[in-house]
T-cell receptor, first 114, second 110 residues
């Protein structure tokens, strides 16, 4: 599949569970992003990776741990989450470099923390 | 602080009526502004960006630095325009950080 693919589409987890969200892009991009979309709130940037290096951490709690093993894959490892972490988690990718970026988004993972 | 404000959560118009989705921003430097759209059961996608000065699907948006606005306009709305619209701002850094507004749902009635 081309574009940005996120798995799983839906995830329900308890507060003591450990789970991971996966994102994969086949667009040849070198920048990848995690965004959080909560009800009644704007999309919030969580992390940015450029050429596998983390270039932005938007004061995200340590219970969210990103991993970018290569430019095509991005993970978000979750552990001891809180119910307020329930949200839609969106992955995006773009070209790196200067200038404004056109982001390509995945369909998201709808996360519910019980 | 960087901020994007979309004052309307819902905008409902009849088919053929003009549409204006409002967006105001706060940024001390020279911003880059975008409109993203999410149609029902589709992923979020770029609609247009101000540097391109383009018209996409009949929509245009002009950056007004004096009023710090980037309103999205279309002279004649179509039912297929019904979607969630997000205004976004990118600052001068190279990290690709986009700040999004809360979004406006556009509902075009037949």
């Amino acid at each position: 599949e081309t574009g940005v693919t996120q798995t799983p589409r839906h995830l329900v987890m308890g507060m003591t569970n450990k789970k991971s969200l996966k994102c994969e892009q086949h667009l040849g991009h070198n920048a990848m992003y995690w965004y959080k979309q909560s009800a009644k709130k704007p999309l919030e940037l969580m992390f940015v990776y450029n050429f596998k290096e983390q270039t932005e951490n938007n004061s995200v709690p340590s219970r969210f741990s990103p991993e970018c093993p290569n430019s095509s894959h991005l993970f978000l490892h979750l552990h001891t989450l809180q119910p307020e972490d329930s949200a839609l988690y969106l992955c995006a990718s773009s070209h790196s470099g200067t200038g404004p970026k056109k982001l390509f988004f995945g369909s998201g993972t709808q996360l519910s923390v019980l | 602080a960087q901020r994007v404000t979309q004052p309307e959560k819902l905008l409902s118009v009849f088919k053929g009526a003009p549409v204006e989705l409002k967006c105001n921003y706060s940024y001390s430097g020279s911003p880059e502004l975008f409109w993203y759209v999410q149609y029902s059961r589709q992923r979020l996608q770029l609609l247009l960006r101000h540097i391109s000065r383009e018209s996409i699907k009949g929509f245009t948006a002009d950056l007004n630095k004096g009023e710090t606005s980037f309103h999205l306009k279309k002279p004649f709305a179509q039912e297929e325009d019904s979607a969630m619209y997000y205004c976004a701002l990118s600052g001068s850094s190279n990290t690709g950080k986009l700040i999004f507004g809360q979004g406006t749902t556009l509902q075009v009635k037949p």
